[in-house]
């Protein structure tokens, strides 16, 4: 059974850094691009980064560059999204998804998704 497994998540301060994590089970990833998601309450889901199977190709929602960076490590069918400088902005539900086709930041594009890690930013 393919599945994707998120973890990372808290409650940190504006200005501090979490590192999520996606790991693949049923699976290898290194055949699947993969995307990292958001959606905060009222909210629509908006794509905040992707990353092409090899690793050579990444992608970021505006907002985030300069300040997220997404990683993958294919031995250990891992994928990070390190996040820095947070803002309560940034507070949401963080899903991962990946696709063996997927080129961009649209839901639409993905087949296979996570469970979703809460990251909360807050004082």
């Known amino acids: 059974q393919l599945q994707l497994v998120e973890s990372g998540g808290g409650l940190v301060q504006p200005g501090g850094s979490l590192r999520l994590s996606c790991a693949a089970s049923?699976?290898?990833?290194?055949?699947?691009?993969i995307g990292w998601f958001r959606q905060a309450p009222g909210k629509e889901r908006e794509g905040v980064s992707w990353?092409?199977?090899?690793?050579?190709?990444?992608r970021y929602l505006d907002s985030v560059k300069g300040r997220f960076t997404i990683s993958r490590d294919n031995a250990k069918n891992t994928v990070y999204l390190q996040m820095n400088s947070l803002k309560p902005e940034d507070t949401a539900v963080y899903y991962c998804?990946?696709?063996?086709?997927?080129?961009?930041?649209?839901?639409?594009?993905?087949?296979?998704w996570g469970q979703g890690t809460q990251v909360t930013v807050s004082s």
């Open positions: 049923g699976f290898t990833l290194v055949y699947f691009a």
């Open positions: 998804a990946a696709d063996p086709w997927a080129e961009g930041l649209g839901p639409w594009e993905y087949e296979y």
């Open positions: 990353i092409s199977s090899s690793g050579g190709g990444t």
